[in-house]
């Protein structure tokens, strides 16, 4: 495959660098663009693009990639060919409504649980079927706390998919920092900046393993435009 169109659904903090995601603009599915590094993290000079922006939320972008590169716990990866990336339209056009409509998840059990984790082991017999996952949360609260390991704040999102909530940490650089900046405790999307009566997407991914666990995360926060809500 020498390049693919992607509607851009992520562009989340990976270690220092980045780890983008998108659903194929033709309707074929997520892809997790990675790199040689150990982890498939994304450094600038992969992902820039040709104005020196970096991709943006429901971007179409066209990257080149080598081929398929899926590990246990996340079969969407494929390797970057080392070329350019291209933006092909900022934002997507809203005939792309129909593909991002089509792959939000309708299951409340997050990749095949309920919990914040999943235990990397697992998948030595059991391999992942999918580490990415759009979805329509409700009931939203923003979280900042103190984590005591790491002595400072840290952003999470607690919100409710039918009958089940969740709490799980905020990876997307644009809410990360403002959250964070914010008083301990609970917070409305208002806060941040997202008017309350906008419907709003989470893409939500497994991460790396870290000592035996990979961790549930909240990718981004897809603030749907007015002209698509009708189509969602």
Request: charged share 25%; aromatic share 8%; net charge negative.
């Amino acid at each position: 495959m020498p390049s693919v169109d992607l509607i851009c659904l992520a562009n989340s903090y990976k270690l220092d660098y980045r780890c983008i995601a998108g659903l194929r603009a033709d309707g074929g599915g997520w892809i997790r663009p990675v790199s040689e590094r150990e982890h498939g993290e994304l450094e600038p000079r992969h992902y820039r693009l040709p104005d020196r922006s970096e991709p943006r939320l429901l971007d179409i972008i066209r990257v080149g990639l080598l081929g398929p590169q899926p590990l246990l716990h996340q079969p969407e990866n494929w390797l970057i060919d080392g070329s350019g990336w291209d933006l092909v339209d900022r934002p997507a056009p809203q005939e792309h409504a129909v593909v991002v409509a089509a792959s939000i998840c309708q299951n409340p059990v997050l990749f095949g649980n309920t919990g914040k984790s999943l235990e990397e082991a697992r998948f030595q017999q059991y391999p992942a079927r999918e580490s990415l996952a759009l979805v329509q949360p409700n009931d939203i609260r923003w979280r900042t706390e103190f984590n005591a390991y790491k002595q400072r704040n840290q952003a999470r999102v607690i919100f409710r998919l039918e009958h089940l909530y969740y709490d799980l940490p905020l990876t997307d650089p644009f809410y990360v920092g403002p959250l964070k900046r914010l008083a301990e405790g609970d917070h409305r999307s208002s806060e941040l900046g997202i008017p309350e009566d906008r419907k709003v997407l989470f893409t939500l991914s497994v991460g790396e393993p870290l000592n035996g666990i990979c961790y549930k995360l909240v990718a981004a926060v897809v603030v749907v435009p007015p002209a698509w809500e009708p189509l969602l």
